[in-house]
């Protein structure tokens, strides 16, 4: 097979990208090793940035978006027992949107298909090769286990954390800047009402706590919980336990648990995002800790700066964007980085914690809350910088 873009990862960021250069008119094929049923239904992060939203809805990704999200004009800080309101919209005249990543995927994978794209479900990249030819190529197989060879003007890789594509830009699959959190997330979905209007973002003793939604029947939450939790290990009641102990002063409204996952995360940048004609977007790239719920809006950051330069280099010859590529990406990239450490780090409570490390942080906490600026910094950061 022989196209212009070769893109390995039916993800946000790999379909995004898709969509933009169809609409610049660069043809690219698009590869996934999951089905599209597990695309579309495996449980992802639920919160956009007003840019993503914005990226969205202009260029036709989703129609969806804005009829079937919510917009949230801020979220509940909660600690010592007490709640404060960051108000987004007041502070910095932005807000988010609640509407899940795989519905994003849903509307995107209808829009491609829709524009004719060469979009192939269940084919596993197995290698990158030629990154410093003009001929780069995807290695594969399909479907059914056959051999399949993508040769293009530039491959992309938007695979996701375990990504293929990084040993052929990096020289090593595993190789970047990286920290380890020594605790996880045990999520559960519901079927209750939500217990408030916003999202609670709570710091208690027993440790951190999400008070998510998806819509007004169902809810998302999450607590912080040792990495090597066995997820089937608690009944409902304990659960809900878990959660209510890590709200003190909120009184949740429960209802049957259908889902539960324990989710492991990190802090890891790519050494490189791009050599030759390879580069990196979203979780390839970079993964960011849940907490601030920035990956899959740094995705899309990305994707947009890549689109322009592979543009500029696909229809003018010109090199000096894909040259910049990385340097370009990695402000942003870092700028995430902090805040999506600095909410894990101001929210959760160490294992080894001691007296004095729980005092500071509930003084950081203060800090942030009764200080316009540090209401102000959070709101920006959350809400997302300019595009
Ligand atoms: C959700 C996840 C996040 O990491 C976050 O910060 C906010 C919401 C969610 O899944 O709903």
């Given at each position: 097979?022989?196209?212009?873009?070769?893109?390995?990862?039916?993800?946000?960021?790999?379909?995004?990208?898709?969509?933009?250069?169809?609409?610049?008119?660069?043809?690219?094929?698009?590869?996934?090793?999951?089905?599209?049923?597990?695309?579309?239904?495996?449980?992802?992060?639920?919160?956009?940035?007003?840019?993503?939203?914005?990226?969205?809805?202009?260029?036709?990704?989703?129609?969806?978006?804005?009829?079937?999200?919510?917009?949230?004009?801020?979220?509940e800080l909660r600690f010592a027992g007490e709640g404060h309101?960051?108000?987004?919209?007041?502070?910095?005249?932005?807000?988010?949107?609640?509407?899940?990543?795989?519905?994003?995927?849903?509307?995107?994978?209808?829009?491609?298909?829709?524009?004719?794209?060469?979009?192939?479900?269940?084919?596993?990249?197995?290698?990158?090769?030629?990154?410093?030819?003009?001929?780069?190529?995807?290695?594969?197989?399909?479907?059914?286990?056959?051999?399949?060879?993508?040769?293009?003007?530039?491959?992309?890789?938007?695979?996701?954390?375990?990504?293929?594509?990084?040993?052929?830009?990096?020289?090593?699959?595993?190789?970047?800047?990286?920290?380890?959190y020594p605790f996880a997330w045990f999520g559960i979905?519901?079927?209750?009402?939500?217990s408030a209007?916003?999202l609670i973002y709570s710091n208690s003793p027993d440790g951190f706590a999400l008070i998510s939604?998806?819509?007004?029947?169902?809810?998302?939450m999450y607590f912080q919980c040792d990495p090597e939790t066995d997820p089937?290990a608690f009944s409902e009641a304990e659960l809900w336990d878990a959660l209510q102990t890590r709200v003190p002063g909120t009184t949740l409204?429960e209802?049957?648990i259908?889902?539960r996952?324990v989710l492991?995360f990190?802090?890891?940048?790519?050494?490189?995002?791009?050599?030759?004609?390879?580069?990196?977007?979203?979780?390839?790239?970079?993964?960011?800790p849940p907490t601030?719920?920035?990956?899959?809006?740094?995705?899309?950051?990305?994707?947009?700066?890549?689109?322009?330069?592979?543009?500029?280099?696909?229809?003018?010859?010109?090199?000096?964007?894909?040259?910049?590529?990385?340097?370009?990406?990695?402000?942003?990239?870092?700028?995430?980085?902090?805040?999506?450490?600095?909410m894990t780090n101001m929210l959760h409570v160490a294992p080894d914690a001691s007296e004095f490390d729980r005092l500071r942080q509930v003084g950081e906490l203060r800090?942030?809350?009764?200080?316009?600026?540090?209401?102000?910094?959070?709101?920006?950061?959350?809400?997302?910088?300019?595009?």
């Amino acid at each position: 097979v022989r196209t212009r873009v070769a893109i390995i990862g039916a993800g946000p960021a790999g379909l995004l990208l898709s969509h933009l250069l169809a609409d610049a008119g660069i043809d690219s094929v698009v590869i996934d090793s999951r089905t599209r049923a597990e695309i579309e239904t495996t449980i992802r992060a639920g919160i956009l940035e007003q840019g993503t939203v914005e990226v969205l809805e202009a260029t036709g990704a989703s129609e969806r978006v804005r009829s079937a999200g919510n917009r949230h004009d801020g979220i509940e800080l909660r600690f010592a027992g007490e709640g404060h309101r960051i108000d987004f919209a007041g502070l910095v005249g932005r807000g988010v949107w609640l509407y899940p990543q795989h519905e994003v995927l849903k509307d995107l994978i209808a829009a491609r298909l829709a524009g004719g794209q060469d979009l192939r479900f269940g084919v596993s990249a197995q290698r990158v090769e030629g990154a410093d030819t003009d001929r780069p190529r995807v290695i594969a197989t399909d479907a059914d286990g056959a051999p399949l060879e993508i040769e293009a003007d530039f491959v992309v890789g938007a695979d996701g954390s375990r990504s293929v594509a990084r040993e052929a830009v990096t020289g090593s699959s595993t190789g970047g800047y990286f920290r380890e959190y020594p605790f996880a997330w045990f999520g559960i979905l519901c079927e209750a009402p939500p217990s408030a209007e916003e999202l609670i973002y709570s710091n208690s003793p027993d440790g951190f706590a999400l008070i998510s939604q998806r819509s007004a029947t169902i809810q998302r939450m999450y607590f912080q919980c040792d990495p090597e939790t066995d997820p089937t290990a608690f009944s409902e009641a304990e659960l809900w336990d878990a959660l209510q102990t890590r709200v003190p002063g909120t009184t949740l409204r429960e209802g049957p648990i259908f889902q539960r996952d324990v989710l492991r995360f990190r802090s890891f940048v790519a050494h490189e995002l791009r050599r030759g004609r390879v580069a990196l977007v979203g979780d390839a790239a970079h993964t960011v800790p849940p907490t601030g719920a920035k990956g899959m809006n740094l995705a899309v950051a990305d994707v947009l700066v890549l689109e322009r330069a592979l543009r500029a280099l696909l229809q003018e010859g010109d090199e000096r964007l894909v040259d910049a590529y990385a340097q370009t990406a990695l402000r942003r990239i870092w700028k995430a980085q902090h805040f999506s450490w600095w909410m894990t780090n101001m929210l959760h409570v160490a294992p080894d914690a001691s007296e004095f490390d729980r005092l500071r942080q509930v003084g950081e906490l203060r800090s942030v809350v009764e200080s316009e600026h540090g209401r102000a910094y959070l709101a920006e950061a959350y809400t997302g910088w300019p595009l």
